[in-house]
């Protein structure tokens, strides 16, 4: 079955930065669009970053342009997300999603905290 696997959140300062990974398997990693979303308490769930199968057309929400970078290694099946001057209002559980562009796809890993705080 498909898994996606979340890892690098944590507690981190505002101005710090963080690494996310997400390791897929049980699809054809290289033939999906990847992408992360987060979700903070009490709001919906939104897209923070997306990049094609081949990594050569990523977008980002407003909110986070030029602070994160989604990337991606096909040959490790695995797409990241550096997140660089991180404030208070990035603080959400983040989530790795598979086979959409822009939108969602059908696949969700399980999410993982991000707290930015003092």
């Known amino acids: 079955q498909v898994q996606l696997v979340e890892s690098g959140g944590g507690l981190v300062q505002p101005g710090g930065s963080l690494r996310l990974s997400c390791a897929a398997s049980g699809i054809i990693f290289s033939a999906n669009a990847m992408g992360w979303y987060r979700q903070a308490t009490g709001k919906q769930r939104e897209l923070v970053a997306s990049?094609?199968?081949?990594?050569?057309?990523?977008m980002y929400a407003d909110s986070v342009k030029g602070r994160f970078t989604i990337s991606r290694d096909n040959a490790k099946n695995t797409v990241y997300l550096q997140m660089n001057s991180l404030k208070p209002e990035d603080t959400a559980v983040y989530y790795c999603?598979?086979?959409?562009?822009?939108?969602?796809?059908?696949?969700w890993g399980q999410g993982t905290q991000v707290t930015v705080s003092a």
């Open positions: 990049i094609t199968n081949g990594g050569s057309t990523s």
């Open positions: 999603n598979a086979g959409g562009f822009r939108v969602p796809g059908p696949y």
